[in-house]
């Protein structure tokens, strides 16, 4: 029976990974908001703005558009991502963030392309259903 067969698992996704990177990566993309934010970013073409990012959260949370920043769920969001997300990813070379610009683009990382498709599949909605 032929081994590669399935979905790939952590473990084999992470053995052309440092350990340590490996855990950094996969933590970093365990939360929802993080994760949302690096796959935004990796269909973006350069930087992205921080308000835009958190109407992408805003919306992604609340299933509708977020008519402008005032709404309870774009202030959250982006108090959110200012304070404790775009942080944690720009800490561990996900995103550069330049924070006089309040903008992000993620950093070149080949690590990451197989992490983000294997982790994404879990957070994406389901595209084929009714």
Request: hydrophobic share 40%; aromatic share 6%; charged share 35%.
């Amino acid at each position: 029976m032929n081994g590669d067969v399935g979905e790939p698992t952590e473990r084999a996704l992470a053995s052309g990974i440092r350990d340590g990177r490996a855990v950094e990566l996969f933590d970093a993309l365990s939360d929802k908001r993080r994760l949302w934010v690096v796959d935004y970013l990796s269909e973006a073409d350069g930087s992205v703005a921080l308000a835009e990012l958190a109407c992408v959260v805003a919306e992604r949370e609340t299933g509708a558009p977020v008519a402008d920043e005032s709404e309870d769920a774009y202030r959250e969001a982006y108090a959110s991502l200012y304070h404790n997300h775009v942080p944690k990813l720009a800490r561990i070379d996900v995103v550069d963030y330049e924070e006089d610009q309040r903008t992000l683009e993620l950093v070149d990382c080949a690590e990451l392309a197989p992490l983000l498709e294997f982790v994404a599949v879990e957070h994406r909605p389901d595209e084929t259903s009714d």
